[in-house]
Every structure is written in structure tokens, then in C-alpha cells.
């Protein structure tokens, strides 16, 4: 655990993915939604038994499936600047598309959606702004 997690800095609802291969999830998340890893523990076999990272002001959790719990891949909506950008970089980064981004004018957004390496959804979304 590193000297930087703080247990303040967890919001009422914190995402758990559970899912194969974390390692290459890690590195999605740093390299499509800037994700911060703070920790990263790992089972005597060389699986990730629990990660986290931050993004933005959020952690996610995440830890690689067991016998008993088996994968859990999530759909995560995620508030971003821009969804045209998050939605590009998270295609450059690997991710596969489901939607491209559009203007939904009843949400007051703008997102698309992607699937990550790992199978969960990311839908990045950003406020429409007023005219």
C-alpha cells in the first residue's frame, strides 16, 4: 500500500472490476482516462488479488477473478472535458468502440462508448453547454 492512499478519499460508491489480466488493465486506464495507480497487490500465483487507481477524484477498485468469484466486468459512466477526446484516446490506448460520441440534447451530454481490453464499458460524457 502506498504511503499516498487515503481512506478519506473514497466517495460513497466505489466501482470493484473484477475481471482477467489487471496488469493490462492498469495500463489502459493510465493511458485512455489518465488513471493513477495507488496500489497494486498481488497473490502468491502472480495475479492481482487488489489494484486502485484514481481518476479524477474517484478510485476504482479492482482485483482478477478466483474460482469462487469468477469475472465481473463493469459499465462505468465517466464525467470528462471533453468526450470527443476520451473517447479517441481510449480507442489509441485499446479499447474497442460501441458508439461514437453524439450529442444527446434530453441527457444535457455528449458521450460515446468504448469496451476496454478487459470487457468492461466506459461511457465518457461531457455537459452539452447551454445556449
Known amino acids: 500500500m502506498s504511503d499516498e492512499t487515503n ?5 460513497t ?12 488493465l492498469l495500463e489502459f486506464l493510465a493511458e485512455a482516462f489518465d488513471a493513477k495507480e495507488r496500489i497494486r497487490l498481488g497473490r502468491p500465483d502472480g ?5 486502485e ?6 478510485v476504482v477498485m479492482m482485483g482478477e477473478p478466483t ?3 469468477g469475472p465481473m466486468p463493469a459499465s462505468i459512466f465517466l464525467r470528462v472535458a471533453d468526450a470527443d477526446a476520451a473517447y479517441c484516446k481510449a480507442l ?4 474497442t468502440s460501441i ?9 444535457g451530454e455528449r458521450y460515446g462508448g468504448v469496451i ?3 470487457g468492461n464499458r466506459w461511457w465518457p460524457a461531457a455537459r452539452i453547454p447551454a445556449s
Open 67 to 69: 474460482e469462487k468469484t
Open 99 to 107: 458508439s461514437e460520441p453524439v450529442d444527446q440534447p434530453h441527457a
Open 47 to 51: 495475479s492481482i488479488m487488489h489494484a
Open 92 to 95: 489509441q490506448a485499446g479499447a
Open 116 to 118: 476496454d481490453p478487459c
Open 53 to 58: 487507481v484514481t481518476i479524477g477524484d474517484s
Open 7 to 11: 481512506y478519506h478519499d473514497y466517495h
Open 13 to 24: 460508491v466505489t466501482p470493484y472490476l473484477i475481471v482477467p489480466n489487471v496488469p493490462r
